[in-house]
């Protein structure tokens, strides 16, 4: 590959330096608004480079986990601020590298800030439990051990908030970690590595391998060293990662895709409902786990909330992120766009009725990125392949029901189980949306995607392996509950 000079390469980080790769390999991150333009060039890394990481990892893992829990979220804390000094830069990189607007990719650099300080305040509060014992003059209680090598593999939706939610409590519960970025925002990775660096981490505490996953991400499934794998991606991907780390007795946590439905009853606030439902469904161009994908409505209101919603469906201003009035950027690859692509004309195919959207946007400027029209299709069956697999992209399926028994049976009847809306003014919708829906996240009279730092965070079904992130719920999976007994 021809190198162009006006783009930065940038490195690995393993123990404690940027480390020039072994190969000339690069992979070009390109920006999605524009296919011409290269953020950055990062390395394609070799198995061996992997190794060297997990090797800095383990020999720094004794010494990090001596330290009080107060003294690693001392870190944490220097960590957010500097990443808070730097939240318009790692923004802006975040937009160009995937192509959310720069509000969306500002309000998500400071969520790491602030997921950053919470954990920095979990190093001083209580790791296990005073326990009473059978025998009279001895001392039980409970403490916790962390894993040790904590592999962590993200994705491209999110590159500052998954990977800090994910290495935040690694590390404040006393472990390293290896991180391997998605190739599409691996310079947003690296930037946020930068931040830990600058806060003067101790050399192999993190560590960050970028390369592809046949490589980088399956050598973190079956390193003998790594002694746990946290991942967030597709299904596929998953399994595949936790039928690995099972094979050789390695923790693992799964969080993957989402077939997200709202439910919206016939006493709904149907203006509330569309804000919801568009927001929830097409900001940051569908591209969440937890974004809306099935619009369940009953029958009497129907038509209005169809009528409501495609009118401000057509408002939306599709753009380049970094424009101040653009309220959709575009997918965040050419493989996606292909793939939401491929997924629309798979629901004209099996007879659903394409309402608004659907094409490839070509005038213009946008010529030169992937972007698609905000789509919406009507006459949705629920066997429907646009109603049952991942789209992750723009694309509502609109899906007519008569009673909310009915639509609590739809919104059941996929194979995924992470977030879930209904939008109601009644008490009973309510709790029999709370006790029947198999979510791991119900909302009620708000947005599908909507995901709080301080809270447990994971799905049901196949949407993962049913451990929780976030909020206190993580010390769950990155720590081992050890019990002590003491006796004089």
Request: glycine content about 10%; proline content about 4%; hydrophobic content about 40%.
């Amino acid at each position: 590959m021809e190198i162009q000079t006006t783009a930065k390469k940038y490195s690995n980080y393993i123990n404690g330096e940027w480390t020039s790769p072994l190969s000339e390999q690069v992979y070009a991150s390109v920006n999605p608004a524009n296919k011409n333009e290269i953020v950055g060039y990062v390395p394609t890394s070799s198995e061996k480079e992997l190794n060297e990481a997990v090797s800095a990892a383990k020999a720094a893992s004794r010494g990090w986990r001596k330290l009080a829990g107060s003294v690693r979220g001392d870190y944490l804390f220097k960590a957010a601020a500097i990443l808070e000094q730097r939240a318009v830069e790692i923004a802006e990189t975040m937009t160009r590298e995937m192509g959310k607007t720069f509000p969306e990719a500002k309000g998500e650099t400071m969520r790491g800030v602030n997921i950053l300080r919470y954990y920095a305040g979990e190093g001083m509060r209580k790791i296990g439990d005073n326990i009473p014992s059978s025998d009279s003059e001895a001392l039980m209680f409970t403490t916790r051990s962390p894993l040790g090598v904590v592999g962590v593999i993200t994705p491209w939706n999110f590159p500052v908030a998954i990977p800090i939610w994910k290495m935040a409590p690694a590390l404040i519960y006393g472990n390293t970690v290896v991180l391997k970025p998605a190739f599409e925002t691996s310079v947003t990775a690296v930037k946020i590595i930068e931040c830990f660096h600058e806060a003067g981490f101790p050399a192999g505490v993190v560590n960050v391998v970028t390369g592809p996953g046949s490589v980088i991400g399956q050598g973190l499934i079956d390193h003998p060293d790594v002694n746990g794998i946290t991942f967030t991606g597709s299904e596929t991907i998953g399994k595949r990662v936790g039928q690995g780390a099972f094979a050789r007795g390695a923790k693992y946590q799964l969080e993957m895709g989402g077939k997200n439905p709202v439910i919206v009853a016939s006493d709904a606030d149907l203006d509330q409902a569309v804000e919801a439902t568009i927001s929830g469904g097409l900001r940051s161009t569908g591209q969440k786990c937890t974004a809306t994908s099935r619009v369940i409505v009953q029958r009497e209101v129907y038509e209005e909330f169809k009528g409501k919603l495609l009118a401000k469906v057509k408002e939306i201003k599709v753009a380049n992120g970094m424009e101040s009035d653009s309220w959709m950027g575009p997918c965040a690859s050419e493989s996606q766009l292909n793939t939401v692509l491929s997924y629309i004309q798979k629901g004209i195919d099996e007879g659903a009725v394409l309402l608004y959207g659907g094409k490839r946007i070509e005038e213009g400027e946008l010529q030169q990125g992937f972007y698609v029209q905000p789509t919406v299709f009507e006459n949705v069956k629920p066997d429907m392949t646009i109603a049952q697999e991942e789209i992750f992209g723009p694309v509502l399926a609109l899906i007519q029901v008569d009673t909310l028994e009915e639509a609590l049976e739809v919104a059941n009847d996929v194979k995924y189980g992470l977030s879930a809306s209904i939008f109601t003014k009644n008490i009973g919708n309510m709790l029999s949306f709370i006790q029947d829906m198999d979510a791991g996240l119900v909302r009620i009279n708000a947005e599908s995607a909507g995901v709080e730092l301080q809270a447990p965070f994971g799905g049901m079904k196949q949407s993962s392996s049913h451990s929780r992130e976030q909020g206190q719920a993580a010390i769950e999976f990155f720590t081992s509950i050890k019990t002590v007994f003491v006796k004089p």
